[in-house]
């Protein structure tokens, strides 16, 4: 009778054991989809709102404001320590040294030439 006891009290461990063993790793699982699904959403609303920021720059370049732009202050670069690593620019253009970039022709002019335009379309908005 003594060693049926040990016994069941040794299952009833095991399946408690098993039980614990197995909520863990559900909650891991979970854990990580949730993480994914956090990431994805914050992904989609980056990709908009550069999407929304590109839309607002080529719709400035299509009206000639971006010339407008480039003969007054630049808006302040600050990127705040909070924000995500994929906003900052992974490689730098060799153009960065110049801080210029080459543009289109500006309606009225000959030729093309350069100007001091922002960079990101974050800087027209």
């Known amino acids: 009778e003594e060693e049926l006891r040990r016994h069941n009290r040794a299952w009833r ?3 408690e054991s098993d039980g614990r063993r197995v909520l863990r790793q ?4 979970w854990c990580s989809w949730s993480r994914a699904q956090r990431e994805g ?3 989609r609303a980056q990709q908009d709102e550069t999407r929304r920021k590109m839309a607002a720059l080529l719709a400035a ?3 000639g404001r971006l010339a407008d ?3 007054t202050d630049p808006p302040e670069q600050s990127q705040s320590p909070t924000q995500p690593r994929a906003m900052q620019p992974a490689v730098e ?4 040294d110049l801080g210029r970039t080459p543009s289109a022709p500006v309606p009225g002019s000959a030729g093309s030439q350069w ?3 922002p960079r990101e379309a974050w800087q027209v908005t």
Request: glycine share 4%; aromatic share 0%; with cysteine.
């Open 69 to 71: 732009h480039a003969t």
């Open 61 to 63: 370049a299509s009206s």
């Open 26 to 29: 559900c909650l891991g699982a």
């Open 115 to 117: 100007v001091s335009e």
């Open 13 to 15: 461990v095991a399946v």
């Open 41 to 43: 959403r914050e992904l």
């Open 93 to 96: 253009c060799a153009d960065s």
